[in-house]
């Protein structure tokens, strides 16, 4: 085999195995800490979509104006939101202030069944 052929046949491979790569995305929601029950729920049903794609979610909760005073609202809601997808997602950070918006990343969970378990 020539040099050359080795060359293009490697190329190649490389591109195919660039192709069919998936690079997970973050994808963000915003919500407010007075969210309504419906809103809350399509935020939701959207963030599950998201991670059955196989992306993380970054959930934030912007405080505006006095709202900042009611911090323990925001991580009831992130604490709630986290729970209702507690069957496809893992909490890869917790609920933590930053200036006025408060964040929690989940990540979809492993669904592939391990080796080791028998």
Same mark, same amino acid.
């Given at each position: 085999?020539?040099?050359?052929? /080795? !060359?293009?046949?490697?190329?190649?491979?490389?591109?195919?195995?660039?192709?069919?790569?998936?690079?997970?995305?973050?994808?963000?929601? !915003?919500?407010?800490?007075?969210?309504?029950?419906?809103?809350?729920?399509?935020?939701? !049903? *959207?963030?599950?979509?998201? =991670?059955? %794609?196989?992306?993380?979610?970054?959930?934030?909760? !912007? /405080?505006?104006?006095? &709202?900042?005073?009611?911090? *323990?609202?925001?991580?009831?809601?992130?604490?709630?939101?986290?729970?209702?997808?507690? %069957?496809? &997602?893992?909490?890869?950070?917790?609920?933590? =202030?930053?200036?006025?918006?408060?964040?929690?990343? =989940?990540?979809?969970?492993?669904?592939?069944?391990?080796?080791?378990?028998?």
């Amino acid at each position: 085999m020539d040099y050359g052929k /080795f !060359r293009f046949e490697q190329a190649k491979k490389e591109k195919e195995a660039r192709r069919n790569q998936h690079v997970v995305e973050i994808k963000e929601i !915003r919500m407010s800490p007075g969210i309504d029950k419906h809103d809350f729920e399509v935020k939701q !049903r *959207s963030a599950q979509r998201f =991670l059955s %794609d196989g992306n993380k979610v970054k959930v934030s909760v !912007r /405080f505006k104006g006095r &709202a900042i005073t009611h911090t *323990s609202l925001g991580e009831q809601l992130l604490i709630r939101f986290s729970e209702g997808l507690n %069957d496809i &997602a893992n909490v890869e950070k917790a609920p933590k =202030l930053e200036g006025r918006n408060m964040s929690l990343v =989940l990540a979809p969970k492993n669904t592939k069944p391990d080796a080791k378990q028998s």
